[in-house]
């Protein structure tokens, strides 16, 4: 075996073998916020390390008569993905990339359920629907066609489904003469004065107002936006086990962005999935460790990360007129993941007026597609519980939160309406304008 | 980027009591940390110290002061403060604790049938701070299925005189084993489940009023009731309060074996009070990186997706714990090494790390490594611990300092609080550090 073989094979195994540290001292199954609200789910110290002991054993697991199994705890597909065992573990064991590596391992060589497999398929969802949006949103928010759903695919028929937007944000863009990144393009600006845009399927398909905010802010700071080609991050595949379509689909993007990448560019997200997806989980779950996986990961931002540096830097425009309001903010899971801090809570406080609140609460249930499903969907709500209610005491009419599916399930489950943190940097920045021109 | 007044390094009793009392005094305090501490294991009691032949732990501390290389060398007289401080904080946090460290030392029975000394305990253990009077019971009460507390079993350990230490003891002690309402059907149940189920007003009711059928079925007379420490978690008070009414005597909360719901009490309860003091608390972001001038901490760098998290920070405190919390390790070679910083830490040799029965821990001389440090609690090299301190905006405190064994003198808790309480004063007082550094940047803290 060559010294590259054994260290491609050290980097696969960095996730299995990190529960060797495991002390079994149970932190992760106190903070866990599924086991929290049902027996179903033992907790994620069992399927875990614990059970990661028998598939280390053996790759392909096998029971006493021969016979292959899948898993040795298949109650690990309740787990969401949230990822808080992780966060929480004081040895460093990262429980739930096992068990998202356990949850594809049980699917692997099976042809998926149906509804797994469809609710992976952002990219073309977005695509089929966005034609026929007016259609299609009337048929989700048609009771009697979302029971017919739940009894056919699984999707529960309350699960906050998002809203077609119409135009896809990209032919928008391209019409309005954006740069979209395809060959011939006329000269780009510098790094320094151009970022290039990930804006993930939500921004594309159902919250084109996101993308907007995004380049009225980055433009605003003096960065052109670059739109280059791109699909879906994977992340929904990867969250529904679908490891070798989400390969591909990476590939697809690694393909475009590592090329802007290497030229310097910084890549921008607004959702902080796909921007997590980029940055790790390429890497830890889907197992690209090559140079453009590398170059890619290093290159992208979150967008308030962004922001917060170009403020350290001295380069952000300060200008935010007031926004006198109450603001509650949820920072999502995957936020955390990321490990820089609550970026959008440091922004807000230069909006003189806001009055923002860190819910600090674990989840809201969704866990990106988690929450859709039939037998998942009261789990969800019961995890998020909390945070509604705390959300309706605080009497505010509008919420904070970084990623596309949270925002969908607390403005369905609060009936307050749900902001990218970027929306509301984009408000006071117009409110500032309209300040200054009234003087 | 970010910037922090003060950045500790940390998330147990030590480091979320700094960040606490620090953010009391006006600093902007981000913690940082690997994972949840220690304090999730925790079982109730404040362990101050205890000592050979001295009946409180205020004479324990006084004990182990005159040891010139102790923490409490340092830190005895903060710890009357510290507690005091303390106290106001969790009784403001409706988690009041009773007792104090010149109070006698009470043998407290715990979920393995054994007892530990304690003197000051949050209310949920209060009962036990009172002698026993004569023919009064102890009556150990578990919910059936429940596989971290065996009353029966504990009831027959506790009958044993010889596990009370030499303490005061009830006259006799009973176990019983009560079905509480939809239990049965639940297996898998851990501590914080049944904690959470007692935290539910309309759950509560009926498996209190069993659990009084049970202890009243024992007979009459005076008795105390022994429950596993899971009566609520986020809302102990109410369920607390719910239990004394329905049952009708004094309650003593066992503590467990982990997750110690009397730790996570009190670990949410440092939380939000630092949440409403405009403190942040990072978890899950381990320290991969410290940018020094040689003299002081300039910036730490936390492990981030991709790339690292960077935070200026004023001052920075190290509350990471001994060998066992992480904060130190040892080579192979015998070398002890702090682990963020890289200071030089002292400790035995390596041939005397473990002595003796290695399951006893007055035998563990490895347990005496640390940081040693001068009276603003800044380290030093120990090899020339009049130099000066190693860098002057640093502070340690908790676990790492040198000189304590905290499993067999049974201080930590009273070493984190006084360190914390010391460190805290003498970094906003500028003793090195640099609280109200101009932030022209934001800072962690959240809107105020």
């Not at chain 1, 179903?40 to 697991?61: I, T």
């Not at chain 1, 307050?416 to 300040?435: Q, S």
């Not at chain 2, 460290?101 to 949050?122: C, E, M, N, S, Y």
């Not at chain 2, 066992?324 to 030089?344: H, K, M, N, W």
């Amino acid at each position: 075996m060559t010294i590259a073989a054994l260290v491609d094979q050290a980097l696969d195994e960095s996730v299995g073998l990190s529960t060797d540290e495991c002390l079994k001292c149970n932190i992760c199954n106190t903070v866990c916020p599924v086991a929290r609200v049902d027996d179903r789910f033992p907790g994620p110290k069992y399927v875990g390390p614990q059970a990661q002991r028998f598939r280390l054993a053996a790759p392909v697991p096998v029971n006493l008569d021969g016979r292959r199994v899948h898993s040795p705890d298949v109650t690990v597909d309740w787990c969401s993905g949230c990822g808080w065992c992780t966060t929480a573990c004081p040895a460093g064991v990262k429980i739930a990339e096992v068990n998202s590596r356990a949850r594809a391992s049980i699917r692997a060589g099976r042809r998926p359920r149906l509804r797994d497999w469809m609710i992976g398929q952002t990219d073309l969802l977005g695509r089929l629907g966005a034609p026929f949006a007016p259609l299609a949103n009337w048929a989700f928010r048609n009771r009697p066609i979302r029971a017919l759903i739940e009894l056919t695919i699984g999707i529960h028929r309350k699960a906050p489904l998002p809203v077609y937007a119409g135009r896809p944000f990209r032919s928008r863009f391209r019409r309005r003469g954006g740069r979209v990144g395809r060959p011939g393009e006329p000269v780009l600006p510098p790094p320094d004065r151009a970022v290039v845009y990930f804006h993930g399927c939500a921004a594309n398909y159902y919250e084109p107002h996101v993308a907007d905010a995004a380049i009225a802010v980055l433009e605003r700071n003096g960065f052109e936006v670059i739109a280059p080609p791109q699909v879906c991050c994977g992340l929904p595949l990867i969250s529904n086990g679908l490891y070798g379509q989400a390969r591909g689909q990476a590939r697809q993007n690694l393909d475009v962005l590592a090329e802007y990448a290497r030229q310097g560019y910084r890549i921008v997200g607004t959702s902080t999935s796909c921007t997590h997806t980029l940055k790790a989980e390429y890497d830890e779950m889907l197992d690209l460790h090559d140079e453009d996986a590398r170059v890619v990961a290093e290159a992208t931002w979150d967008i308030c990360e962004f922001l917060v540096d170009l403020h350290e830097q001295g380069r952000l425009d300060t200008r935010f007129g007031r926004l006198d309001e109450d603001l509650p903010y949820h920072a999502p899971c995957q936020l955390r993941s990321h490990g820089i801090g609550l970026p959008a809570m440091d922004l807000f406080e230069l909006v003189p007026g806001l009055r923002a609140v860190d819910m600090d609460h674990d989840c809201c249930g969704i866990a990106g597609t988690y929450g859709l499903k039939r037998e998942k969907y009261e789990i969800a709500m019961r995890v998020g519980a909390d945070l509604f209610r705390k959300i309706e005491a605080s009497g505010a009419t509008e919420t904070a939160c970084d990623s596309e599916t949270c925002r969908w399930q607390i403005a369905s489950a609060t009936g307050t309406t749900v902001r990218h943190p970027v929306e509301i940097l984009a408000a006071a920045y117009a409110a500032g304008d309209r300040a200054a021109t009234a003087h | 980027m970010a910037t922090a007044d003060v950045a500790i390094i940390g998330a147990g009793l030590a480091g979320l009591a700094t960040a606490v009392r620090l953010a009391e005094h006006g600093a902007r305090v981000v913690v940082l940390a690997q994972g949840n501490g220690a304090i999730h294991w925790a079982g109730g009691p404040i362990d101050v110290a205890v000592a050979p032949g001295v009946d409180t732990p205020a004479a324990a501390v006084g004990r182990l002061a005159s040891n010139p290389a102790h923490p409490y060398a340092v830190l005895a007289d903060d710890v009357p403060h510290a507690l005091g401080w303390f106290g106001s904080l969790v009784a403001e946090g409706d988690l009041p604790h009773a007792g104090s460290p010149g109070d006698p030392f009470r043998a407290l029975p715990t979920g393995i049938g054994g007892t530990r000394p304690v003197a000051i305990v949050p209310n949920g253990q209060a009962a036990i701070l009172r002698p026993w009077d004569p023919g009064e019971r102890l009556v150990v009460v578990g919910p059936a299925g429940f596989k971290d507390f065996w009353p029966l079993a504990i009831a027959a350990s506790l009958r044993r005189p010889s596990v009370w230490g030499g303490l005061d003891r009830p006259e006799r002690v009973e176990g019983v084993s009560v079905e509480l309402p939809g239990l049965a059907a639940r297996r898998n149940l851990n501590a914080l489940r049944i904690a959470d189920l007692f935290d539910d007003p309309a759950w509560r009711r009926p498996a209190l009023e069993a659990i009084a059928r049970a202890v009243d079925a024992t007979g009459s007379g005076p008795l105390r009731v022994g429950l596993p420490a899971v009566v609520g978690c986020r809302d102990h008070g109410a369920a607390l309060r719910g239990a004394l009414e329905v049952v009708d005597r004094p309650i003593v909360e066992l503590p467990l074996v982990p997750p110690g719901i009397p730790g996570i009490r009190l670990y949410g309860l440092l939380r939000d009070a630092l949440r409403a003091r405009g403190g942040r608390l990072l978890l899950g972001e381990p320290v991969v990186r410290v940018e020094t001038d040689g003299r002081r901490v300039l910036s730490v760098a936390t492990s981030a997706a991709a790339r690292s998290y960077v935070i200026r920070v004023g001052s920075l405190v190290l509350a990471t714990g001994g060998i066992a919390g992480g904060g130190l390790v040892g080579d192979p070679d015998g070398r002890i090494v702090e682990t963020v910083l890289g200071l030089p830490a002292e400790g035995p040799p390596i041939d005397r790390w473990m002595t003796g029965d290695p399951l006893d821990p007055g035998s563990m001389p490895i347990a005496l490594a640390g940081v040693r440090t001068d009276g603003e609690l800044r380290p030093v090299d120990p090899a020339d611990p009049g130099a000066g301190p190693v860098f002057d905006n640093v502070r340690v405190v908790g676990g790492l300092l040198a000189g304590q064994r905290s499993l067999a003198e049974r201080c930590g808790d009273g070493i984190a609080l006084a360190s914390a309480w010391r460190a805290a004063a003498s970094i906003a007082t500028g003793g090195g550090g640099a609280v109200g550094t101009a932030a022209a940047v934001p800072a962690p803290g959240g809107s105020r």
